[in-house]
């Protein structure tokens, strides 16, 4: 009994017919049903000093601030998470390490006086950023407590919840 490859290759005009059908098919999928502009591709995100934060030599006067630009670079609204990631947090007086975030751009969101986190955690949910606009965060941290081993490390990152409900 013969397999489909051995009949088409006794048959060259199917063969001819099948290789036409393969072409136009991946061409409609390159077309059509590729890439789509409202892809992780479309959310960029810049960090003014890199994108995880460590600290492990605080001191009391300790105070820095970052910043995070996260732009959508597609025709569509998105909407994101804002969260922090591989959180390592060994201060034993957790309300020592403290961070404020302030936010421009249309429908960003800010938070006053806050303690970091201890694991992993979201700090803000279901944000929408418009199509071809952009939110900046300002982080500012500051220590006041002593501890001579404390250590913080964790990146804040978007992840995006969705594309097309995003109206």
């Known amino acids: 009994m013969k397999n489909i490859f051995e009949k088409i290759k006794e048959n060259k005009k199917i063969a001819t017919i099948v290789a036409i059908i393969v072409m136009v098919i991946v061409v409609i999928l390159i077309l059509f049903g590729g890439h789509k502009d409202n892809s992780v591709d479309s959310l960029k995100t810049t960090y003014s000093d890199g994108k995880t934060i460590t600290y492990s030599k605080l001191t009391k006067k300790f ?68 199509a071809n606009k952009k939110h900046v965060y300002t982080i500012s941290l500051s220590y006041k407590g002593s501890e001579k081993k404390a250590k913080f490390t964790g990146e804040l990152k978007p992840l995006v919840i969705n594309y097309d409900d995003a109206k």
């Open 63 to 130: 105070k820095e601030t970052r910043k995070i630009t996260i732009k959508n670079n597609s025709n569509k609204p998105i909407i994101y998470d804002l969260r922090w990631f591989n959180v390592q947090n060994t201060l034993t007086k957790q309300d020592d390490l403290l961070y404020e975030i302030s936010c421009k751009g249309d429908g960003c969101q800010s938070i006053t006086s806050s303690v970091l986190p201890t694991s992993d955690f979201p700090l803000f949910v279901n944000i929408k950023l418009d």
